[in-house]
């Protein structure tokens, strides 16, 4: 007996592949975005005559630079699932807890990922209302560290925070939460 086509739209909606995308839709279309420019790029530099061997040089590079781009942003959408698998774990166990959408809310990625979790444990609502009395809306994309300076990207506990959420690596706060 074949499937009706709403029943294996709503299976696709609930797949893995789907839920990873949804949890981290910045990284992804930026990561997108950076592929189609780096292969332009390349093709264009392919394309060049032997003779302008500097200009094939010059966009080789800057091809290399906007994949690597692209492989630094689905990092980042990787982190992004983790922490909404995190996030979303918590709620089911714990239920609404007002200090975890608070650790989130300074990063468009990571309160993607936070309102993903609330939205699949019942809470999506109070997640956004929060939210929006924090003042966050759709166009707030940068981080709030980065806002207050844009050399954020390059400290330690900046890439700490955005590659490894909620690993604590300090070894006293894990002796105290014990």
Known sequence: MPLSPTISF???ANS???RYVRASPLPHATASASV???AALMLRA???HPTDTPWTAILGVLALGWFGLSCIALLDGFSR???YRRIKHMLSNRGWNRRIFLLVAG?????DAALLAAQETGLGCRA????????YRWYHLLPDAVLRNPLAFFHPRFLRNSFLPGKSLTPGRRDESS
Request: charged share 30%.
């Open 36 to 38: 189609v420019i780096g």
């Open 10 to 12: 709503a299976r696709l």
């Open 46 to 48: 392919m394309v060049l």
């Open 16 to 18: 893995g592949a789907v």
């Open 81 to 83: 699932y983790r922490e």
């Open 107 to 111: 990063s468009r990625c990571q309160r």
């Open 128 to 135: 956004r209302r929060l939210f929006r009395s924090m003042g």
